[in-house]
């Protein structure tokens, strides 16, 4: 079922708004984790100021975080094109589209995650697979 139903200017310039809010913080979450992660050393990292050598525990510990770390910030890298699809779809008159039955997506879910791509329905229909 196809609809014809569009926002308004004044609401996609609302999820424009809440969209770039959002890519803000995540770029800013993002910038801080990597610097965290990949300027420091291992050694930096433990605190450790002495000559000593590391203990193969704490070595493992902080290689995990560091893993930890960059895989996070590969999931807010999939964020950053979800929201950046979501822009250019409010740009091409798309957005707000569910992208499995072309039905409009409720403001509601969308005031809660404005990059999405499915509706609700679909979105638990596709949950379930």
Known sequence: MKTKNKFSKKELDYFKKLILQKKDELL????????????????????????????????????????????????????????DEALKKIEEGKFGICEEC????????????PYTRLCLKCQEAKEKR
Do not use: C, V, W
Request: charged content about 30%; glycine content about 4%; overall charge negative.
């Open 28 to 83: 800013d979450g993002l910038q801080h984790s990597l610097e965290d992660t990949l300027k420091k050393s291992p050694r930096d990292a433990a605190g450790d100021i002495s000559g000593y050598a590391f203990h193969m525990a704490d070595l493992a510990t902080d290689t995990y975080d560091r893993e930890f770390s960059l895989d996070l910030a590969s999931n807010e890298r999939q964020l950053l094109y979800e929201i």
């Open 102 to 113: 072309k039905s409009i997506i409720t403001k509601s879910r969308l005031k809660a995650i």
